[in-house]
Protein backbone atom coordinates (compact mmCIF):
# COMPACT_ATOMS: atom_id res chain seq x y z
CA UNK A 1 0.00 0.00 0.00
CA UNK A 2 2.56 2.28 0.96
CA UNK A 3 4.54 1.65 -2.58
CA UNK A 4 1.31 2.65 -4.42
CA UNK A 5 0.84 6.12 -2.20
CA UNK A 6 4.54 6.77 -3.05
CA UNK A 7 3.68 6.10 -6.97
CA UNK A 8 0.65 8.35 -6.86
CA UNK A 9 2.56 11.30 -5.23
CA UNK A 10 5.05 10.69 -7.93
CA UNK A 11 2.14 10.83 -10.70
CA UNK A 12 1.01 13.88 -8.72
CA UNK A 13 4.19 15.64 -9.07
CA UNK A 14 4.88 14.90 -12.24
CA UNK A 15 1.35 16.27 -13.33
CA UNK A 16 2.43 19.46 -11.65
CA UNK A 17 5.95 19.85 -13.45
CA UNK A 18 3.76 19.29 -16.58
CA UNK A 19 1.29 21.81 -15.78
CA UNK A 20 4.34 24.64 -14.81
CA UNK A 21 5.72 23.88 -18.01
CA UNK A 22 2.62 24.07 -19.63
CA UNK A 23 2.07 27.34 -18.48
CA UNK A 24 5.67 28.73 -19.33
CA UNK A 25 5.38 27.43 -22.53
CA UNK A 26 1.61 29.16 -22.67
CA UNK A 27 3.19 32.67 -21.73
CA UNK A 28 6.24 32.74 -23.56
CA UNK A 29 3.54 32.56 -26.87
CA UNK A 30 0.63 35.05 -25.32
CA UNK A 31 2.23 37.97 -25.66
CA UNK A 32 1.47 40.79 -23.14
CA UNK A 33 1.61 44.65 -22.70
CA UNK A 34 4.45 45.68 -20.10
CA UNK A 35 2.01 48.45 -18.92
CA UNK A 36 -1.22 49.77 -19.16
CA UNK A 37 -1.46 51.24 -23.17
CA UNK A 38 -3.30 51.88 -26.22
CA UNK A 39 -2.55 50.32 -29.42
CA UNK A 40 -0.90 53.40 -31.05
CA UNK A 41 0.06 51.62 -34.67
CA UNK A 42 -0.22 48.07 -36.36
CA UNK A 43 2.60 46.93 -38.04
CA UNK A 44 1.32 43.24 -39.16
CA UNK A 45 -2.07 41.86 -39.58
CA UNK A 46 -3.35 38.34 -38.97
CA UNK A 47 -2.55 36.12 -41.59
CA UNK A 48 0.80 38.25 -42.38
CA UNK A 49 4.08 37.08 -41.98
CA UNK A 50 6.34 38.65 -38.99
CA UNK A 51 10.11 38.43 -39.07
CA UNK A 52 11.51 36.85 -36.03
CA UNK A 53 12.27 39.76 -33.50
CA UNK A 54 10.30 42.65 -35.28
CA UNK A 55 7.77 44.21 -33.30
CA UNK A 56 4.12 43.90 -34.81
CA UNK A 57 2.65 46.90 -32.78
CA UNK A 58 3.42 49.87 -31.08
CA UNK A 59 1.86 50.57 -27.90
CA UNK A 60 1.51 53.91 -26.16
CA UNK A 61 1.73 53.81 -22.29
CA UNK A 62 -0.94 55.76 -21.07
CA UNK A 63 1.42 57.41 -18.70
CA UNK A 64 3.37 59.11 -21.50
CA UNK A 65 0.17 60.95 -23.02
CA UNK A 66 1.29 65.08 -22.05
CA UNK A 67 0.24 67.94 -23.03
CA UNK A 68 2.65 70.19 -24.99
CA UNK A 69 2.78 73.99 -25.49
CA UNK A 70 4.85 76.73 -25.84
CA UNK A 71 4.90 79.75 -23.48
CA UNK A 72 6.60 83.24 -24.79
CA UNK A 73 9.02 84.30 -22.37
CA UNK A 74 6.92 87.49 -21.07
CA UNK A 75 4.40 84.63 -19.28
CA UNK A 76 6.55 81.65 -18.42
CA UNK A 77 6.62 82.94 -14.83
CA UNK A 78 3.02 81.46 -14.65
CA UNK A 79 4.10 78.12 -16.04
CA UNK A 80 6.58 76.68 -13.04
CA UNK A 81 7.27 72.92 -12.42
CA UNK A 82 4.29 71.29 -10.15
CA UNK A 83 1.46 74.26 -10.86
CA UNK A 84 -1.72 72.69 -12.82
CA UNK A 85 -2.78 74.51 -16.26
CA UNK A 86 -6.58 74.23 -16.95
CA UNK A 87 -6.61 73.32 -21.52
CA UNK A 88 -9.99 72.53 -23.45
CA UNK A 89 -9.96 70.98 -26.99
CA UNK A 90 -13.10 70.19 -29.36
CA UNK A 91 -15.02 67.54 -28.59
CA UNK A 92 -13.77 67.27 -24.77
CA UNK A 93 -15.20 67.49 -21.10
CA UNK A 94 -15.39 71.23 -19.90
CA UNK A 95 -12.74 72.04 -17.18
CA UNK A 96 -9.80 69.58 -17.77
CA UNK A 97 -6.73 70.22 -16.21
CA UNK A 98 -2.80 69.03 -16.26
CA UNK A 99 -0.25 69.06 -13.65
CA UNK A 100 3.26 70.90 -15.27
CA UNK A 101 6.17 67.96 -15.35
CA UNK A 102 8.76 69.93 -17.54
CA UNK A 103 9.70 73.62 -18.76
CA UNK A 104 12.79 74.00 -21.17
CA UNK A 105 15.66 75.18 -19.49
CA UNK A 106 16.72 77.34 -22.87
CA UNK A 107 14.04 78.81 -24.69
CA UNK A 108 13.90 78.32 -29.02
CA UNK A 109 12.61 80.71 -31.88
CA UNK A 110 9.51 79.91 -33.69
CA UNK A 111 10.13 80.20 -37.32
CA UNK A 112 11.10 81.99 -39.32
CA UNK A 113 14.58 82.49 -37.15
CA UNK A 114 15.61 85.97 -37.26
CA UNK A 115 17.79 87.15 -34.82
CA UNK A 116 16.46 90.55 -34.18
CA UNK A 117 15.21 92.63 -30.68
CA UNK A 118 12.33 92.57 -32.16
CA UNK A 119 12.22 88.71 -32.75
CA UNK A 120 11.86 88.13 -29.17
CA UNK A 121 8.63 88.01 -28.98
CA UNK A 122 8.74 84.70 -30.99
CA UNK A 123 11.14 83.27 -28.32
CA UNK A 124 9.09 80.34 -26.90
CA UNK A 125 9.76 77.83 -23.94
CA UNK A 126 8.20 74.04 -24.25
CA UNK A 127 6.36 73.17 -21.39
CA UNK A 128 4.38 69.66 -20.55
CA UNK A 129 2.17 68.97 -18.30
CA UNK A 130 0.76 65.57 -17.77
CA UNK A 131 -3.71 65.63 -17.67
CA UNK A 132 -5.94 64.27 -16.05
CA UNK A 133 -8.24 62.76 -18.12
CA UNK A 134 -7.00 60.53 -21.35
CA UNK A 135 -6.21 62.21 -24.49
CA UNK A 136 -5.57 61.68 -28.19
CA UNK A 137 -2.02 61.87 -29.21
CA UNK A 138 -1.33 65.34 -31.40
CA UNK A 139 -5.10 66.66 -30.39
CA UNK A 140 -4.93 70.71 -30.64
CA UNK A 141 -5.35 72.11 -26.93
CA UNK A 142 -5.87 75.59 -25.63
CA UNK A 143 -4.33 76.27 -22.60
CA UNK A 144 -4.22 78.90 -19.77
CA UNK A 145 -2.29 78.82 -15.99
CA UNK A 146 -4.45 78.22 -12.89
CA UNK A 147 -1.90 79.61 -10.47
CA UNK A 148 0.32 77.62 -7.94
Known amino acids: REDQVRAADARVAQTEAAVTGANARLAEVSPRAPAKARVEDVFFHPGEWAPANQPILSLLPDERIKVRFF ?7 AYRIGRTVRFACDGCAKGLSARIEFVAPRPEFTPPVIYSREARDRLVYLVEARPSTRLNPGQPVDVEPLGS
Do not use: A, F, I, R
Not at 71 to 77: M, Y
Open 71 to 77: VPEKDLS
